[in-house]
């Protein structure tokens, strides 16, 4: 089955600085992969995806890349704010055919932005 | 914009007993979803549903659980005889593909 391994967390930064957030995966077949994001006290919001190799989701200001010869979608931003302080959760499906869309999820990265 | 919603918000029951949560799925939605979110842990898969029956399901999804869809609109997840161990989050969600999800703010469901 899936599999979707994120970095090791928390991860604390000061405002305008650089983020990445490293996430690769494991799948049969060519997965959709998404990046969501939790709030303090909210649900999981979508972020941005990429359905094939190559294609890059952006959103906010936030840009991930499908590298399939590397199995990464690495989470970027180039200059982060407080208010992107959350809960940032890769995940991974396969969709269409036999698949009725089970999202396989990362372990989370805690981001903290400090100002 | 077109939004899931879930009710209640937070649920606090006794060991052994029966609850439901409920979810308003995305109106033009044809998959459905629900997971759970230990507090600390990663959000787990529990069961999808498509055309009116459970298209798959997690070893979690034990017969404890069960969902349904009885009207139009509303999607439900059961759960018979509540455990301390299912205190958690859970997070209902539609698709229109079975692709991209959009997910619901969430049940915190209390276990006493």
């Known amino acids: 089955g899936n599999s979707v391994t994120q970095m090791e967390g928390p991860v604390t930064l000061s405002e305008e600085a650089f983020l990445t957030i490293n996430c690769t995966y494991t799948?049969?077949?060519?997965?959709?992969l998404f990046w969501y994001v939790q709030y303090p006290g909210e649900g999981l919001q979508l972020l941005l995806k990429?359905?094939?190799?190559?294609d890059k989701g952006s959103n906010k200001g936030f840009e991930a890349t499908y590298r399939k010869e590397t199995t990464s979608f690495h989470l970027e931003k180039g200059s982060v704010q407080v208010s992107d302080s959350a809960v940032y959760f890769c995940?991974?499906?396969?969709?269409?055919?036999?698949?009725?869309?089970?999202?396989?999820f990362g372990q989370g990265t805690i981001l903290t932005v400090h100002p | 914009e077109p939004e899931v919603t879930q009710t209640p918000s937070h649920q606090v029951t006794q060991m052994g007993q029966e609850v439901i949560l409920r979810c308003v799925p995305i109106?033009?939605?044809?998959?459905f979803y629900w997971y759970r979110q230990i507090l600390g842990q990663k959000v787990e898969f529990l069961v999808s549903?498509?055309?009116?029956?459970?298209?798959?399901k997690s070893e979690i999804f034990d017969d404890q659980f069960s969902v349904e869809r009885p009207d139009g609109s509303n999607f439900t997840l059961k759960i018979r005889s509540t455990k301390l161990e299912d205190s958690a989050m859970y997070f209902c969600?539609?698709?229109?593909?079975?692709?991209?999800?959009?997910f619901g703010p969430g049940t915190r469901l209390t276990v006493l």
């Open positions: 549903f498509y055309n009116n029956e459970i298209s798959e």
């Open positions: 109106s033009n939605h044809l998959y």
């Open positions: 995940a991974s499906v396969n969709a269409g055919g036999t698949s009725y869309g089970k999202l396989t």
């Open positions: 969600a539609s698709s229109v593909i079975s692709d991209t999800q959009y």
């Open positions: 990429a359905t094939k190799a190559d």
């Open positions: 799948a049969t077949g060519y997965p959709s």
